[in-house]
């Protein structure tokens, strides 16, 4: 009697541990790193995501060269020319920040013409 | 031995913090995603095994709401109370311009004034988002929308799959509207559901095919016409369901399914002739609340191991209604099972429209509106002007299910009955001060003048996709508005005011298909801008023309 009841905090002890550690241990299980659908659903998320990047690189890149071939001036630019600094970006980056202002077209049409005599680029 | 007991009680501790952090329902563990998908003008009957069998295919695994009702008839107010929980009486949602207060919800039925839900969520720790450009406008302001214009529905949900943070996500599918232009391999024969030869039934349904409005009376349509009308409006939304089933698709495969609560159902329905018209309240201007234009189609799903949610449901008939969903999102969200979808109550149901919707001609004077109330069977259609009742129908919907036979001076008892809680509803409706609190603020300011546009000019698709925004001169901390007018004459004529606090006016990114529906028909659009409640302090009409 007076060893088991020596023994009932121990018990009682080990129970709660083991309680306490098997619950934790029940949450690591659902844990992220334990999922094993995990890595193929990153797989099709970073895919869909590559998708729609190349998608609007191509529409950039088709619409940038469109803008270079009606403005020569701004085709030969070191900042955002053909082979400037800001790459397929420097066509629509000049059309936003003096294109627009100075009466220069943006879009699809190469063979559109200006509608107005344009200043020299910046 | 006291080192061992105390080492003991500190394991002890440690142990059960860590088994309260693992159970503990309000922690980070389980915050959920939702996605609230409408579709735009689909009403309850369209949605069949031969127009959606993807979307009921996978509503075998989730909630089917038989009897869900629309609160008023064009997208935004309805699409407003779902966001908010709110009916289109508390909202005042009724033209153009019309928006919630700045600070809170508008207090309803004598309780104070709360935060939108989305704010709610946002403080929590929600991305809470929309990512098309037309949710700028004024009616979404104030709702706890951030609109992240010009993303991409999958890619933007493939973002949320790799951060893994919680997020709301509304997404509005455009493409069911007027014009019904579906791709060619949905597009039907619809030549052969016409009476052989007759061109003029072309020519009407060509209409529905060109123009983003059909405004009563524009178009003499015949009861004959009606076949073609449905198989072009339903080929729209096979289209909506080829691309539902790629969204399912992904949503499985990536995971999604397992941590988001997804809603899916639409604004508002469409009328198909029943009553002359083709469209509803934003397209017709004859707007009105019979069961084409209410009754629509609800689909919840929530996440497999959170079934206790659905209380054991699959097919609901209690009624329900847009007002229900946003509070049962966010009891959901805090693992409540009391949900208003599913608390399978018989109540009342109540809405609100006025006749044209974002084309009311005079937005912040609107004089006419047709409420209704359905109640144990009965529907009461009232039309109020100036504040007044001026007509009553009353049908049965059980034995009349297409609102045909009036029953108003059979059963004036019914009508007296409805009619008492429609009307203190319609007397206590929010109404929208906007003039008389802008007026009272922008005291003796100078006229603005257009910075840009600086006088008209053409744009092109290509001009604007990537965003436009609207400057002027003026004062940096003052309010302004901008009043347009769109269309060239004839049934295309849109007007209205938007609001701007400081001096300019952005605009995200809009999609082609936006731009050749919805903007190009229109043709030109002028604009001008001015001080609020100050018929002197306009700058000069700016012309802008919209190009292929």
């Known amino acids: 009697m007076t060893k088991t009841r020596a023994m009932a905090p121990r018990i009682a002890i080990a129970a709660l541990l083991l309680a306490g550690f098997g619950s934790y241990a029940w949450g690591a299980l659902h844990a992220p790193w334990m999922d094993s659908n995990r890595p193929a659903q990153l797989q099709l998320a970073r895919q869909v995501i590559k998708e729609a990047d190349q998608r609007n690189d191509m529409a950039e890149r088709r619409l940038a060269e469109d803008y270079w071939t009606r403005y020569p001036d701004v085709a030969a630019d070191a900042y955002f020319g053909r082979n400037g600094k800001l790459g397929i970006q420097g066509a629509h980056e000049h059309y936003r920040r003096h294109g627009r202002h100075e009466g220069r077209v943006w879009g699809p049409d190469a063979d559109a013409p200006a509608t107005s005599e344009p200043a020299k680029s910046k | ?548």
Do not use: C
């Open chain 2, 1 to 548: 031995m006291y080192r061992r007991w105390f080492f003991a009680s500190l394991l002890g501790l440690a142990a059960m913090a860590a088994a309260a952090t693992a159970w503990w329902p309000g922690g980070d563990a389980r915050r959920l995603n939702v996605i609230l998908l409408t579709v735009e003008s689909t009403r309850a009957d369209m949605v069949r095994p031969d127009t959606a069998p993807n979307l009921l295919r996978a509503a075998e695994s989730g909630l089917h709401f038989r009897n869900h009702r629309a609160v008023s008839a064009w997208t935004a107010p309805n699409a407003v109370s779902l966001l908010t929980g709110l009916d289109a009486f508390a909202l005042g949602i009724h033209a153009a311009g019309d928006s919630l207060p700045r600070i809170a919800l508008p207090p309803v039925d004598g309780k104070a004034a709360e935060d939108p839900p989305l704010r709610k969520l946002s403080e929590r720790g929600w991305r809470v988002a929309g990512l098309q450009a037309f949710m700028l406008i004024d009616q979404f302001n104030n709702t706890g929308l951030t609109v992240e214009s010009g993303g991409e529905f999958l890619p933007w949900l493939a973002g949320r799959v790799v951060d893994r943070k919680p997020f709301f996500l509304w997404h509005h599918y455009l493409e069911t509207h007027l014009p019904y232009g579906p791709a060619p391999e949905f597009m039907p024969d619809w030549r052969a559901l016409l009476p052989p030869g007759d061109t003029a039934a072309r020519q009407r349904i060509e209409t529905i095919m060109r123009q983003p409005a059909v405004p009563a009376g524009s178009v003499a349509f015949k009861p004959t016409d009606r076949d073609a009308v449905v198989a072009v409006h339903e080929a729209t939304l096979r289209q909506f369901d080829a691309w539902f089933g790629r969204f399912w698709d992904f949503f499985q495969a990536s995971g999604l399914r397992d941590t988001t609560i997804l809603v899916v159902t639409a604004d508002h329905g469409e009328e198909h002739l029943e009553r002359g018209d083709v469209g509803h309240a934003s397209t017709t201007h004859r707007g009105h609340l019979y069961e084409e234009i209410v009754r629509l189609p609800l689909f919840v799903w929530l996440p497999p191991d959170e079934k206790r949610l659905e209380r054991g449901l699959r097919s609901i008939q209690a009624p329900t209604h847009h007002s229900d969903v946003m509070p049962s999102i966010m009891a959901w969200l805090e693992q409540r099972r009391s949900a208003p979808l599913t608390r399978l109550a018989e109540k009342p149901w109540q809405a609100i429209t006025s006749l044209a919707g974002f084309a009311e001609p005079d937005p912040l004077h609107v004089r006419e509106f047709v409420a209704a109330r359905l109640e144990a069977g009965w529907k009461l259609h009232r039309r109020y002007r100036d504040e007044k009742p001026v007509e009553n129908r009353l049908y049965h919907l059980a034995t009349d299910p297409g609102e045909t036979t009036d029953r108003a001076a059979e059963r004036p008892d019914l009508v007296e009955k409805l009619a008492k809680p429609l009307d203190a509803a319609f007397a206590n409706r929010r109404q929208v001060r906007r003039e008389a609190e802008a007026a009272a603020l922008s005291g003796n300011a100078a006229a603005p003048a257009w910075i840009f546009p600086a006088g008209n000019r053409a744009v092109r698709f290509a001009d604007i996709r990537d965003g436009i925004t609207l400057r002027w001169s003026g004062d940096p901390a003052a309010r302004y508005v901008i009043e347009y007018q769109a269309g060239e004459g004839g049934a295309l004529r849109l007007q209205g005011r938007l609001e701007a606090q400081g001096l300019e006016k952005a605009f995200g990114r809009i999609d082609a298909t936006y731009w050749r529906d919805y903007v190009l028909p229109y043709g030109r659009l002028r604009m001008r801008v001015g001080l609020p409640g100050r018929d002197d302090a306009w700058s000069e009409w700016v012309e802008v023309r919209a190009l292929p």
